[in-house]
């Protein structure tokens, strides 16, 4: 095996150029290609990367000609939801014509838009027998990994594991229209960040010295609301700003979702995990937010409370921009900086992790696998709220759901 390893990127948008700042903080791998269908953004993707110096990094013509170079050992799948089986499939269908000699396969967040496409996403990955990672950045946040590790090994070890996790997600909207439209993204906010918030939920529940399942899911209760994008108001800013398919006033996603995961320990102990997150949160950006609790002691993250904070004065009429802290909101008062966004919010723990997995060929234990079991969570949260009960995981039917945000029939006024 190589001693640095070759990654591509499929897709030049918001996460991809994230992840590119982030390798200035991994060792031993280069950031050589990207694709995109936008020659013209891949290419400016592809500059970030040798501007920040962390590869010689070109723009692909096609999946096909990155999976084929020889210089690409990994791709990271940075694509639209709805674009993520199509994009595996072109990646299947070059190794199957013998092109390329890849090792390994990172997926972004969620897997999949429901339970179908992500057994599908499964199967190809398996197609392809790469070892894979599922990209779940908030599992590597340095305040997840640092105060699981020290309340497990200090607190639980002496007086009793943890019985209770609170994760929350919360920002004032995402950035492209694919993410506002049901279909494309498979749903509102629960697909696109309670598949965070669960995650580090059951993370921070699970004993580190056991695996995975060692925590296993019982029942899922959840509400999904549209508070605030389909006011008429707010409906037709929306449409306004993400164009005219953005249609809140007849088909609006939730923007709120709050679930509550009851899971059984090995031992029969009962743990609870609630999440909630939000795209009708203003406040100065991108809000995230964790508790575990145990029997004598407690852990709790807000991305917010940051160590800088900068004042800035109403003579200070600038452009608006997102250069103070993800999903800003203003420009100006009294503003939280999060100093380091791709090391608070986990890509650089993340990035690591694979990069290291692949060059050593291990499997990584966060694996699209993982990915499959959340997208298992989100959908019967979905059903749960549709259904106004608590239902008993894991139910029949969930191979074949499909949210009705997901199918354009949802009415939050019902
Ligand atoms: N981990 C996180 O916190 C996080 C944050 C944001 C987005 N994401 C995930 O990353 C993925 C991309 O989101 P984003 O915010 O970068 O979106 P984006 O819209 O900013 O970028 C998407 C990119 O995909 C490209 N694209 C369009 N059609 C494509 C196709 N057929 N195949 C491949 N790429 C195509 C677009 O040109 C664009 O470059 C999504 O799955 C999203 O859920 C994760």
């Given amino acids: 095996m190589k001693k640095t390893l070759g990654i591509g ?11 590119i700042q982030s390798f200035i903080a991994v060792r031993d791998a280069n950031v050589l290609g990207v694709w995109s269908p936008n020659h013209t953004h891949a290419e400016e993707a592809a500059g970030l990367a040798r501007s920040l110096r962390v590869g010689d990094c070109q723009a692909f013509q096609s999946i096909e000609d990155m999976v084929a170079s020889p210089d690409i050992d990994a791709l990271w799948l940075c694509g639209p939801n709805h674009k993520r089986i199509e994009n595996l499939e072109a990646i299947v269908k070059a190794l199957k014509s013998g092109k390329g000699s890849l090792v390994g396969l990172a997926v972004e967040k969620p897997l999949a ?36 590790e020290i309340l497990w090994r200090r607190a639980a070890a002496l007086t009793g594991r943890p019985y209770l996790a609170r994760c929350a997600e919360e920002h004032s909207g995402p950035h492209m229209p694919w993410f506002w439209q049901g279909e494309l993204g498979g749903g509102g906010v629960l697909n696109d960040m309670m598949c965070h918030s669960v995650e580090v939920a059951r993370l ?28 008429p108001e707010y409906a037709d800013i ?9 249609d809140y006033r007849k088909r609006p996603s939730e923007d709120f979702a709050r679930a509550t995961i009851q899971y059984i320990d090995d031992a029969g ?12 949160f203003v406040g100065a950006g991108l809000r995230l937010s964790s508790e575990l609790l145990g029997p004598e002691y407690s852990l709790s993250i807000n991305s917010l409370n940051t160590s800088l904070n900068l004042f800035i ?11 103070l802290v993800e999903k800003q909101n203003a420009e100006m008062g009294l503003m939280p900086v999060v100093a380091n966004e791709t090391a608070e919010y986990g890509y650089e723990g993340e990035n690591r ?12 234990e966060v694996s699209c696998y993982d990915g499959l079991e959340v997208t298992e969570l989100l959908m019967t949260a979905y059903m749960s709220a549709e259904q106004e009960r608590t239902i008993e995981f894991r139910p029949k039917d969930l191979d074949s759901f499909v949210p009705a945000v997901a199918r354009g029939t949802w009415n939050p006024r019902a």
């Fill in 9 to 19: 990127f499929i897709g030049s948008g918001f996460i991809t150029k994230f992840h």
């Fill in 113 to 148: 838009r429901n339970v179908a496409e992500a057994k599908r996403v499964i199967e190809l990955i398996e197609e392809t027998g790469l070892l894979h990672g599922y990209l779940e950045d908030q599992l590597f946040e340095p305040g997840v990994v640092r105060g699981r």
């Fill in 204 to 231: 921070l529940l699970t004993d580190p010295t056991k695996p995975r399942n060692s925590i296993k899911p019982v029942k899922v209760s959840a509400t999904i609301a549209s508070l605030k994008w389909s006011r």
């Fill in 238 to 246: 929306l449409q306004q700003t993400m164009g005219k398919e953005v």
């Fill in 269 to 280: 102990n009962p743990l609870i995990s609630e999440v909630t997150t939000s795209w009708s």
């Fill in 313 to 323: 004065s109403r003579r200070v009429q600038g452009d608006a921009g997102e250069d």
């Fill in 353 to 364: 992790y694979f990069v290291n997995c692949f060059l050593d060929g291990k499997q990584p």
